[in-house]
């Protein structure tokens, strides 16, 4: 059982906006940066999302992230079927922890 | 461009000590940033183990802080975790990773391709 909350599942068609959401609580996300992370199959993890909303660079602005009170969530506009893949969120946690959701799979349709 | 690569036993014996090291290349370690180990179970989501900064200094997931040590070497860039007393809930694929932001943040941008560790007699 993961500290934070996703939806197991999303998808969308090709073209679409979709949103994850991640929950928490006042002492992760409500009081630290929240971190995205995009894994598509057998690779390792990829940092989408930085300090709630920054993208590294050469990430895509179809990527995008927002945080508000102890809930935070990435959009993905322009789906494309390469989008395809698990998304994890993660955030400190003042237990001195690393915490991180539990993913999100998105299946482009 | 930062590299690392993870290497050590694919297999380990219950009760005993999986040890994994992660050699850097591109990086000097001793240079800065935090160095970290991230594991994953077979069809499941990512767990934070533990991190070490470039000076040595190291924290630990409570739930793993018991069983766990992380340590590096920095006149040979690299560094290492050794967990103990393992069980078959230890079986995972194990990724070292270096931090994003230089303060140590939990959050990594440079990942190994990891390795799997199966825990069986």
């Known amino acids: 059982q993961s500290v934070l909350t996703q939806p197991p599942s999303a998808s969308g068609t090709p073209g679409q906006r979709v949103t994850i959401s991640c929950s928490g609580s006042s002492s992760n996300i409500g009081s630290n940066y929240v971190y995205w992370y995009q894994q598509l199959p057998g690779t390792a993890p990829k940092l989408l999302i930085y300090r709630n909303d920054q993208r590294p660079s050469g990430v895509p602005d179809r990527f995008s992230g927002s945080r508000s009170g102890t809930s935070a969530s990435l959009a993905i506009s322009g789906l494309r079927s390469e989008d395809e893949a698990d998304y994890y969120c993660?955030?400190?946690?003042?237990?001195?922890?690393?915490?991180f959701g539990g993913g999100t799979k998105l299946t482009v349709l | 461009q930062v590299q690392l690569q993870e290497s050590g036993p694919g297999l380990v014996k219950p009760s005993e000590t999986l040890s994994l090291t992660c050699t850097v290349s591109?990086?000097?370690?001793?240079?800065?940033?935090?160095w970290g180990w991230i594991r994953q179970p077979p069809g499941k989501g990512l767990e934070w183990i533990g991190s070490i900064s470039h000076s040595g200094s190291s924290y630990y997931n409570p739930s793993l802080k018991s069983r766990v040590t992380i340590s590096l070497d920095t006149s040979k860039n690299y560094f290492s975790l050794k967990v103990t007393s393992v069980a078959a809930a230890d079986t995972a694929m194990y990724y070292c990773?270096?931090?994003?932001?230089?303060?140590?943040?939990?959050?990594?941008?440079?990942w190994g391709q990891g390795t799997l560790v199966t825990v069986s007699s």
């Open positions: 990773a270096r931090d994003f932001e230089s303060y140590g943040s939990g959050s990594f941008n440079f």
């Open positions: 591109g990086y000097s370690i001793g240079s800065g940033y935090f």
């Open positions: 993660a955030a400190w946690d003042d237990s001195l922890s690393e915490v």
